[in-house]
T-cell receptor, first 114, second 113 residues
Framework: TQLLEQSPQFLSIQEGENLTVYCNSS?????LQWYRQEPGEGPVLLVT?????EVKKLKRLTFQFGDARKDSSLHITAAQPGDTGLYLC??????????????FGQGTILTVHP | NAGVMQNPRHLVRRRGQEARLRCSPM?????VYWYRQLPEEGLKFMVY????????ESGMPKERFSAEFPKEGPSILRIQQVVRGDSAAYFC???????????FGSGTQLSVL
């Protein structure tokens, strides 16, 4: 059983389309982070959200943390081929030893076609 | 400001040998985390260390695996008597505080022949 369910697992879209990736759990998280990982490399941090209901924007990317801090979403507007990659959500469970002890979702492989 | 540095990038060992993976955290970061990514699986937490202390090793196998973060020098993840099932990508992350965001290194790909 996956503690952090990420969906969809695969996403193939055309350039210019919008998309949303979801991360859901029945557990409460102190913080939630979104990463992007390229083949053969480590995850690169995109954003950290810590407050329930928090919304953060990073250019065409919008991140939201659920009010109950159990879920999060990543929305990309007008996707570009350069957005292609593996996107990971990762959360630190409330009451855990550290915000750095992360539970990862399975990841979403995004492909944006020109 | 250099990021998290891991070496070697690739490590090949024969069954029964020892593997030593090194991680130098970002400057100013004193919290280090090790993760393992098995083929076709997601990243799994192994161990959390601060300087000279293991804080949480709940994700680390009880036998053959050990980790340290000495006062001077990099953090070391040591795997004794490696088996084929240890083949994986091992990632290190660091943060400035226990509530800071984690930044990852490029990983060490361990292959056991």
């Amino acid at each position: 059983t996956q503690l952090l369910e990420q969906s969809p697992q695969f996403l193939s879209i055309q350039e210019g389309e919008n998309l949303t990736v979801y991360c859901n759990s029945s557990s409460v998280f102190s913080s939630l982070q979104w990463y992007r990982q390229e083949p053969g490399e480590g995850p690169v941090l995109l954003v950290t959200v810590v407050t329930g209901g928090e919304v953060k924007k990073l250019k065409r990317l919008t991140f939201q943390f659920g009010d109950a801090r159990k879920d999060s979403s990543l929305h990309i507007t007008a996707a570009q081929p350069g957005d292609t990659g593996l996107y990971l959500c990762a959360g630190a469970l409330a009451g855990g030893t550290s915000y750095g002890k992360l539970t990862f979702g399975q990841g979403t492989i995004l492909t944006v076609h020109p | 400001n250099a990021g998290v540095m891991q070496n070697p990038r690739h490590l090949v060992r024969r069954r029964g040998q020892e593997a030593r993976l090194r991680c130098s955290p970002m400057k100013g970061h004193s919290h280090v985390y090790w993760y393992r990514q098995l083929p076709e699986e997601g990243l799994k937490f192994m161990v959390y260390l601060q300087k000279e202390n293991i804080i949480d090793e709940s994700g680390m196998p009880k036998e053959r695996f050990s980790a340290e973060f000495p006062k001077e020098g990099p953090s070391i993840l040591r795997i004794q008597q490696v088996v084929r099932g240890d083949s994986a990508a091992y990632f290190c992350a660091s943060s400035p505080t226990e509530s800071g965001s984690s930044h990852f290194g490029s990983g060490t790909q361990l292959s056991v022949l």
